[in-house]
């Protein structure tokens, strides 16, 4: 319980918009092993979101997103994940929505660092009626490290618009933490925080920007299949108030 206190106490520290609703996940730093590949379905219902279409973007509100996300490794240290966006909703609001790449690559454990360090790339295009920025690049630096049953994971993402509203405002800083505490061998409970503070140096008021805080739990029932789930809140008026997300994952 302290380190979930700690957690909290840690996360209202920071000046902390969150990734879009389709893939919401903390990243952790390892990539997926030599010749696998990992086959991973993000599901995510947002109970309470926007109703209004804002710059030619559709309203989130009771709609289900599915994400399929495909990550081979090719190395020990360098992996490629694929990402095919859908969205499900009444009044047009189902469609293909767009594709991402993401190239990755991590610090060899022979390296003996006392953290696990990763960067991650992702390129792709979205359709405007789901997102105005329809072309956009995501950076994303990745560390974590695991004290016994403690695990903290930080990601403090950069992200930029190439075509859209956000085409001219330079790259936005987007961080992403999470902090979970293994109650059994199996069951991992903890928080997620995922937020945006608009571009460096020149961060948006705090009503404008996106922070949305998530209750989660990750299974580990079997090393080759992926469990998370949670539900989310969103507390600034630019974010999606309650979200519920599930994504599950089978290696080959």
């Known amino acids: 319980m302290k380190y ?10 920071l000046n902390l918009k969150a990734q879009d ?17 990992m086959v991973e379905l993000h599901s995510n219902f947002t109970l309470n979101g926007s109703k209004t279409v804002t710059n030619g973007e559709l309203a989130t509100n ?28 009444d009044a047009g609001r189902t469609a293909y929505v767009g594709s991402h790449i993401r190239p990755r ?17 992702e390129f792709g295009f979205q359709k405007s ?19 016994n049953k403690l695990y903290i994971s930080v990601n403090p993402t950069l992200e930029k618009s190439f ?15 999470k902090g ?17 503070t608009g571009p460096f140096f020149h961060y948006d008021a705090f009503r404008q920007q996106d922070h949305q805080l998530f209750a ?10 992926e469990f998370n789930g949670g539900i989310g809140y969103g507390f600034t008026q630019n974010a999606d108030k309650a979200i519920i997300k599930i994504i599950i994952g089978r290696r080959f």
Do not use: M
Not at 4 to 13: D, Y
Not at 105 to 121: D, E, F, L, R, Y
Not at 163 to 177: A, H, L, Y
């Open 4 to 13: 979930i206190c700690l957690l909290i106490l840690a996360l209202s520290s």
């Open 21 to 37: 609703n389709y893939e919401i996940q903390v990243y952790g730093s390892e990539t997926v092993e030599k010749g696998e590949t």
């Open 62 to 89: 009771h709609v289900e997103h599915e994400t399929i996300e495909i990550t081979h490794g090719w190395t020990t240290w360098f992996e490629t994940g694929f990402y095919f966006f859908n969205s499900i909703g």
């Open 105 to 121: 690559v991590a610090a060899p454990q022979s390296w003996n660092w006392p953290v696990g360090v990763s960067i991650s790339t």
């Open 129 to 147: 009626a789901f997102s105005a920025n329809t072309s956009t690049l995501e950076i994303r630096p990745i560390v974590d490290k695991k004290w």
């Open 163 to 177: 075509k859209g509203p956000d085409e001219n405002r330079g790259f936005t800083f987007s961080p992403n933490v």
């Open 180 to 196: 979970s505490y293994d109650v059994t061998k199996v069951v991992a409970l903890g928080l997620e925080y995922y937020g945006s």
């Open 216 to 225: 989660a739990t990750d299974l580990n029932f079997d090393p080759k299949w």
